[in-house]
């Protein structure tokens, strides 16, 4: 068996000694700071067969959900001031937006008096709701002023009968602004509740629209 020479010994060890080194300073892996945010209301799940309230309830049809360009993002949009638009690296939405507010929607109607069911949409001709309800939405953003942070949710909205057909007049239209409510700075999880409960007020206002 060949032998190596003594003299490449300490080049070896140096070489060894270079590379055990160069392992410990191997960069560590860093924690991912993102976080997903789900709309929800407090309240807003219905109960297990709470929206049974017989042939007199009404069933309705969430038609279309609107959204402006600037909100079809995963992230969080804020609002600084003006014009500017400002979306949040790490606090991003669970859940396509348009459709966090379309379930949050029909969870908050299937709890409120005289609805009965709201179906799929578009719904087969078997089976088509009493009533269409579309909403545009307007802002749903934090927004962040120089002297408080808020939470703004804003939606027009309107209520048709589905027998009337695509271009009969409205039963009921609207425009919902979300109360005042203030969010600490940097805490998205605040944000987004906040944001969630005006959904559900929204939900409200238009079962409350509902033809008697």
């Given at each position: 068996?060949?032998?190596l ?27 991912d ?66 459709q ?66 695509a271009?009969a ?44």
């Open positions: 068996m060949k032998t020479p003594l003299a490449t010994f300490p080049r070896l060890v140096a070489a060894l000694v270079l590379a055990v080194l160069a392992g410990c300073n191997l960069p560590t892996a860093q924690p700071p993102t976080r997903f945010y789900l709309l929800f209301a407090p309240g807003s799940v219905p109960a297990v067969g709470a929206a049974t309230e017989g042939a007199r309830g009404a069933t309705l049809g969430l038609c279309r959900i609107e959204l402006p360009a600037y909100l079809r993002s995963p992230a969080v949009v804020l609002r600084p001031g003006g014009t500017e638009v400002v979306r949040v690296r790490d606090a991003r939405w669970a859940e396509p937006l348009e966090g507010i379309a379930r949050l929607l029909r969870e908050t109607l299937l709890t409120q008096p005289g609805v009965r069911a709201v179906v799929a949409y578009p719904a087969p001709q078997s089976a088509l709701p009493q009533y269409e309800i579309s909403v545009r939405v307007l802002a749903c953003e934090g927004v962040a002023g120089p002297e408080r942070r808020r939470a703004r949710f804003a939606a027009a909205w309107e209520i048709r009968a589905t027998a009337a057909g271009g007049a409205p039963l009921a239209t609207g425009v919902f602004e979300s109360a005042t409510a203030e969010w600490p700075e940097g805490d998205y999880a605040a944000l987004t509740a906040k944001l969630g409960e005006a959904v559900a007020s929204l939900g409200r206002e238009l079962a409350a629209a509902l033809p008697k």
